[in-house]
């Protein structure tokens, strides 16, 4: 799938939301975002941890001018509601689709049928003529051009992050030397969780900051949890917005990222 920034006014990215339908749709509307004119994406894992899963996935299934990705929680759920496949079935129950229980499992098949049919691998964006390229988590290769839509069993290669995880304990100039992707100027993932800010990683833009419910988070992050939301406005400049509950559970919107976004725009400009 390819998708062109020119059509819309601003293009709004995010990650891993899991149901937490409440903070995505206020949080967009303090972010400024319109329907008919705006472009939303999400990477993948709109479902699961949350009540609000159902409405989560009809959103991006169903409202104009919106995407996502097939993560590996959507995945799994095609081939336990789809395919009838049990091991994946107790896997989604066993990590947050509690939720299924409240839908008649007709409507769950079709519903995930649909999935299966409009949640593609990867997305291409076109920006400022450049190409950024969109996974859930990441790019087995390194090379982003290799990635077809109609091979959506990759996702389980995405989501075997393992080189990742060992890389962020190494200095920040070997983990972006030898993580720089070809193919597409900035690639933007999803799945694994970033404690307190995203993170770039040579042209890798890692958004998950844990959106999800608090029961799901390793302590040591709990307190930092937050919905990114990376923003190409009509300027063509890339902006991330931070999503939270303040202390009075009150959402709100800030802007702290100012040296990523720096480097950001330099990858696409």
């Not at 601003?10 to 509307?29: P, R």
């Not at 996502?68 to 336990?80: F, I, T």
């Not at 299966?116 to 076109?126: H, M, N, R, S, Y």
């Not at 109609?150 to 060992?166: G, L």
Request: aromatic share 10%; proline share 3%.
């Amino acid at each position: 799938m390819q998708i062109t920034s020119r059509d819309f006014r601003n293009v709004f990215i995010v990650t891993d939301v899991h149901g937490n339908y409440e903070v995505l749709m206020e949080g967009l509307k303090l972010a400024g975002h319109s329907v008919k004119k705006d472009a939303l994406i999400s990477l993948g894992d709109c479902i699961d941890r949350n009540n609000g899963s159902f409405n989560t996935l009809c959103h991006f299934l169903f409202a104009a001018n919106t995407f996502s990705l097939r993560g590996n929680h959507e995945d799994a759920a095609v081939k336990g509601f789809c395919d009838f496949d049990r091991e994946n079935y107790h896997l989604i129950i066993a990590n947050g689709g509690t939720w299924t229980f409240n839908h008649d499992e007709t409507a769950l098949e079709n519903i995930f049928k649909l999935v299966d049919e409009k949640f593609p691998v990867a997305i291409e964006l076109v920006h400022n003529g450049k190409i950024i390229g969109l996974t859930h988590a990441g790019i087995p290769g390194g090379d982003f051009r290799e990635l077809t839509k109609s091979n959506p069993d990759r996702v389980a290669q995405y989501s075997a992050m393992t080189q990742f995880e060992k890389a962020l304990s190494q200095s920040d100039e070997t983990f972006a030397e030898r993580d720089f992707i070809k193919g597409a100027s900035l690639c933007v993932h999803g799945h694994t969780i970033m404690p307190l800010s995203p993170r770039l990683a040579g042209n890798q833009l890692y958004l998950d900051t844990a959106c999800q419910s608090a029961d799901y988070l390793i302590d040591s992050i709990e307190p930092s949890a937050f919905l990114t939301i990376l923003k190409f406005n009509e300027a063509g400049h890339a902006e991330l917005l931070r999503i939270f509950r303040d202390d009075y559970s009150k959402i709100q919107i800030d802007t702290p990222f100012g040296h990523i976004e720096e480097q950001i725009n330099a990858l696409i400009q």
